[in-house]
């Protein structure tokens, strides 16, 4: 993967008007792997294609700048966990036949990994993005929201397996808002999510080789990843109170993507500071299972020169 004289190079972000339809998307995904030399691709479905599966209802903005519209939450109200399923499933259906069709274009020497959003991260989707909510019910009422988290997890478990089968060589699991300490204290993740995480993860296809966890937000509880089986993490070093990369890759023990700022470097440049980022990344690595990438999604008015740069 890559050139032997650098590590391999990825990035990622919405493109919010080509979402909408797997071949649109496909095409995007590809043109850009090849205008900016990717060495792997972490394909970026919309993300409200979780949230629809199980029922949520969203409009397109019709912007190239404006991502999903929520118009109904599959989970208005406590109660309503009880009839979380899966009653959408083109919704995901669109993104495995989407990620198809990029694997098949860039062929086998350029890994694409599936996104994946965690259950807790699809909960807290469907309640309308409220944090606080789903952690509190699924405290006071988990006879109630576990069930549906075990639904969840099945339905993304075989997402996963028919992305594998449609080419894709392992996912990226984000746990997304959830893995901070301003959300929950450690030993409260622990007992109350770490366990959807491990199931999920676990029971990825054995033809899944390249699998990252990707934990979002600042002030991570970092240690988790310890318990999550994957061959990478990934994390923003840039968000206050996270591991750098090398600290990062000591904690989790294995290959660590990451080291450019999304916020701020690859958005407002210049091609030399993201140099700068990556030489440091590099450096602090000793270019050892490093994979150079943004911390996050980078957002969608990053200028493509910004984008070579990383590869250069």
């Known amino acids: 993967m890559g050139m032997a004289d650098r590590p391999p190079v990825g990035a990622w972000g919405h493109t919010y008007r080509e979402e909408w339809s797997p071949e649109a998307l496909a095409a995007i995904t590809v043109e850009r792997a090849r205008q900016f030399g990717w060495d792997f691709v972490k394909f970026q479905p919309r993300a409200s294609s979780f949230a629809e599966a199980f029922g949520s209802v969203y409009k397109t903005a019709g912007h ?24 959408n499933p083109k919704a995901l ?18 890994p694409v990994i599936q996104t994946v959003f965690s259950p807790i991260t699809v909960a807290g989707y469907l309640v309308g993005k409220s944090q606080s909510r789903v952690v509190r019910e699924l ?7 576990r069930p549906a988290l075990d639904r969840i997890a099945d ?16 996912i990226f699991y984000a746990i997304s808002g959830y893995a901070g300490r301003g959300v929950m204290p450690e030993s409260v993740y622990r007992e109350l999510v770490l366990p959807y995480d491990v199931d ?5 296809p054995a033809e899944a080789w390249f699998n990252a966890v990707h934990l979002c937000g600042s002030n991570l509880n970092f240690t988790l990843v310890r318990e999550m089986p994957a061959q990478v993490v990934s994390w923003s070093i840039h968000n206050q ?25 690859l958005v407002y440049g210049p091609p030399a500071k993201i140099h700068a980022e ?14 150079l990438a943004p911390g ?13 740069a990383m590869a250069a």
């Open 200 to 204: 999920v993860l676990s029971r990825l």
């Open 139 to 145: 405290r006071k009422h988990p006879e109630l929201v």
């Open 241 to 265: 109170g996270n591991p750098s990369l090398g600290e990062g890759r000591d904690i989790a023990g294995r290959a660590v993507m990451g080291g450019l700022s999304q916020r701020a470097t």
């Open 278 to 291: 990556a030489e440091h990344a590099v450096e602090e690595t000793g270019g050892r299972g490093l994979l």
């Open 93 to 110: 259906d669109d993104q495995v036949e989407s990620i198809g069709m990029v694997t098949r274009d860039l062929g086998p020497d350029v």
């Open 155 to 170: 339905a993304l478990v075989d997402f996963s397996r028919r992305s594998v089968e449609a080419g894709a060589a392992g």
């Open 296 to 308: 996050c999604s980078v957002p969608p008015r990053v200028r493509d020169v910004n984008l070579l």
């Open 64 to 87: 190239r700048l404006k991502g999903p519209v929520l118009i109904s939450e599959a989970v208005p109200d406590l109660e309503s966990w009880r009839t979380v399923k899966l009653v």
